[in-house]
């Protein structure tokens, strides 16, 4: 069977409101994991799976004053309603797709130097909801 590999180019990412992610995006990684509790007992060890959590690692060249800027969006929604959640949409070129519901983060301001001014959010999935579609 031949080998597929996808790289990170081979993802496409929307948010709510159509903001210009994959233009400025240099990682974007989702991570879902269980909260799984262990009990002692007189057999041995017992697991039982009590909740489900979700982040995501958007690491970004930041876009102040762009059209369309992923930034001021975030910080925007940051200010008007903390706790409203927003989509994003995660597609492999395979064809895999991930919907999950994020909660906003402020986004940081300012830079060093020559380097390009960069940020990076850890975004708490919403009840670690992920609705994934495999073709």
Same mark, same amino acid.
């Given at each position: 069977?031949?080998?597929?590999?996808?790289?990170?180019?081979?993802?496409?990412?929307?948010?709510?409101?159509? #903001?210009?992610?994959?233009?400025?995006?240099? $990682?974007?990684?989702?991570?879902? #994991?269980?909260?799984?509790? #262990?009990?002692?007992?007189?057999?041995?060890?017992?697991?039982?799976?009590? $909740?489900?959590?979700?982040?995501?690692?958007?690491?970004?060249?930041?876009?102040?004053?762009?059209?369309?800027?992923?930034?001021?969006?975030?910080?925007?929604?940051?200010?008007?309603? !903390? $706790?409203?959640?927003?989509?994003?949409?995660?597609?492999?070129?395979?064809?895999?797709?991930?919907?999950?519901?994020?909660? !906003?983060?402020?986004?940081?301001?300012?830079?060093?130097?020559?380097?390009?001014?960069?940020?990076?959010?850890?975004?708490?999935?919403?009840?670690?909801?992920?609705?994934?579609?495999?073709?």
């Amino acid at each position: 069977m031949a080998t597929t590999v996808i790289t990170g180019r081979d993802i496409s990412l929307s948010f709510t409101g159509g #903001t210009d992610i994959e233009a400025q995006a240099t $990682n974007a990684v989702l991570t879902k #994991t269980f909260v799984r509790e #262990t009990y002692q007992t007189l057999d041995g060890e017992a697991y039982k799976v009590v $909740n489900s959590e979700g982040t995501f690692q958007l690491d970004m060249l930041a876009d102040w004053g762009k059209t369309s800027s992923v930034c001021e969006a975030l910080w925007a929604a940051c200010d008007a309603s !903390p $706790n409203t959640e927003i989509t994003v949409t995660l597609t492999a070129a395979t064809g895999a797709q991930f919907v999950f519901p994020i909660l !906003p983060e402020y986004p940081t301001a300012g830079g060093s130097g020559t380097a390009a001014q960069t940020v990076s959010y850890t975004f708490k999935v919403a009840r670690g909801e992920v609705t994934e579609t495999f073709s």
